[in-house]
């Protein structure tokens, strides 16, 4: 018999513990990797609010951690502008296509939807959250996402604190996480709840609450737990494509639940470059030690040497006293060597900018755009699983949330479709601007090449390449004729300025004329 047929069979407690056994092994890598990182970004299970981790003797890993955090955070939720874009569903496009009046006014209001669900990520501290669960991703490879429903604000499960299945195809099942909440916090019914079973708890402890979530006829059903028992009340439903529940994954793995981190790829690395990095600093601490040898047979006294001022004269001989040198200058020049590459490749795959910049007396700044954008396209694979997994979910979640809330008007289903804008879009469209950019330099080789060209579909594809809204930058064609016509009309009046004033001054000197005689 499946899991999915045996969710209430048994307690969401003895659930976890039972899929704990699958996901051990992915604990122990990801506590690897954050050793050799930033270790508070995964402590192990005995840690705690009083740990005192110990910090790694190179930093690359931490940098790199960091950089590669930021750069996904600026390209997946870029700031002040909304990493997707509301289009009518199929059916509706079709019907929008004949009145053109009624487009207009159904995309301004999709992109009024947009700017408050922007808002709603903005002041809910979801970026907070989100920038965090990518650090977390770049290093364990698995991160859960909570937006509550009631409460707002997004919640984020470390790897430690929750278990999943997935099917063949990487659909989520089910899922257990686990919430360690002080006694004293609980609401009154589930502290009777616990006092009902037996347990004596004081106002400090800890309480496991196991909230359990289950694919169920095409719903997402949960349902919250604590001492073995339902927490009355926390029954609730979801459609499967709005679930507030996220998983998220930096490397998918076919048949494997949990992800792969981007750090595990590049582990031995980091190995390799601790060991070196201890070894160098340590051996730079033995060497910076001075230590003198004295003749023991010398005529020399250590006493006068010690006490004399600096350009005082003491008798002796200099060969009674010797400074103590480690002849291991050799050795560290290899293992500095050794660890310089490391630290070299390393800084290409976290996309440090120091691994742009070649070392060189002319580095021109194309040459630094060119091994950037190689960098930066090395990204594609991590984009395009988190644009399925990360940015299509929050945004279907959050329009669903929303909606619930009264925020914004009942939307029927199809209706309205999210379509991702940065990420993996962003590339494509970055690399249709450099197309466009070289087409242009050899067009302007040409001498009549630039008179074939549409220039009103050449600034809306770069445009578009560039991700920008043309509506009041370029001109219509309605508005280009009339200026054209206004133009005329100026033209026009120009000309008759001329021509009217002759008339005007003639009529005013035959006038002068009559009278005169």
Not at 30 to 50: R, V
Not at 380 to 395: F, K, M, N, R, T
Not at 457 to 474: E, H, I
Request: with cysteine.
């Amino acid at each position: 018999m499946s899991d999915t047929k045996q969710k209430r069979s048994e307690t969401a407690q003895s659930l976890y513990k039972r899929m704990e056994t699958e996901r051990a092994p992915y604990i122990r890598r990801a506590e690897e990797c954050a050793k050799y990182t930033i270790p508070s970004l995964f402590p192990q299970q005995s840690d705690n609010a009083n740990t005192d981790f110990a910090t790694p003797y190179q930093s690359v890993g931490s940098r790199g951690v960091n950089n590669l955090g930021s750069k996904l955070m600026l390209a997946l939720l870029p700031p002040n502008s909304p990493f997707f874009r509301l289009t009518p569903g199929q059916g509706a496009k079709e019907n929008l296509e004949t009145m053109q009046d009624v487009k207009e006014k159904v995309e301004q209001a999709l992109m009024l939807l947009e700017q408050k669900i922007t808002r709603y990520i903005e002041t809910h501290q979801i970026r907070v959250t989100v920038a965090e669960a990518l650090k977390v991703l770049v290093v364990t490879g698995n991160a859960l996402l909570f937006l509550p429903p009631k409460e707002g604000g997004m919640k984020l499960y470390k790897l430690n604190s929750y278990v999943l299945q997935r099917d063949a195809l990487g659909n989520v099942i089910q899922l257990v996480t686990v919430d360690k909440i002080a006694y004293a916090a609980l609401p009154d019914d589930v502290k009777s709840m616990i006092d009902k079973s037996g347990q004596q708890k004081k106002p400090e402890d800890t309480v496991e609450i196991y909230t359990h979530a289950y694919l169920e006829d095409g719903q997402f059903v949960s349902y919250q737990e604590v001492a073995g028992e339902v927490i009355p009340g926390t029954e609730q439903t979801f459609p499967k494509d709005k679930t507030p529940w996220i998983p998220i994954r930096m490397f998918k793995v076919d048949g494997e639940s949990y992800g792969r981190g981007f750090v595990e790829e590049y582990l031995g690395d980091l190995r390799s470059l601790e060991g070196l990095s201890k070894a160098i600093v340590e051996l730079a601490a033995i060497a910076a030690n001075i230590i003198f040898l004295v003749n023991p047979n010398g005529v020399t006294r250590v006493q006068k040497v010690a006490k004399a001022k600096p350009g005082e004269f003491v008798s002796g001989r200099p060969d009674d006293i010797h400074a103590l040198q480690l002849e291991k200058y050799a050795d560290l020049q290899v293992a500095e060597k050794t660890a310089s590459g490391i630290e070299a490749r390393l800084s290409y795959a976290f996309m440090l900018n120091s691994a742009v910049q070649r070392q060189g007396e002319r580095v021109t700044a194309e040459e630094i755009r060119y091994v950037a954008g190689e960098l930066e396209d090395t990204l594609g694979g991590i984009y395009s699983i988190l644009s399925q997994e990360l940015q299509l979910p929050l945004v279907r979640r959050l329009l669903a949330q929303l909606q619930s809330m009264g925020e914004i008007p009942d939307l029927p289903e199809g209706v309205v479709e999210p379509t991702i804008t940065t990420g993996l879009e962003a590339l494509g469209r970055g690399h249709d601007l450099n197309k466009l950019a070289t087409f242009l330099d050899f067009t302007a080789k040409l001498p009549e090449a630039s008179q074939r060209l549409k220039m009103d579909t050449l600034l809306t594809m770069v445009a578009t390449a560039l991700n920008l809204d043309t509506t009041n930058l370029v001109k219509s064609d309605e508005e280009i004729q009339q200026e054209m016509m206004q133009m005329q009309q100026m033209e026009l009046l120009k000309q008759a300025t001329p021509n009217l004033a002759k008339g005007f001054a003639d009529a005013q000197l035959q006038g002068q004329n009559q009278g005169g005689k």
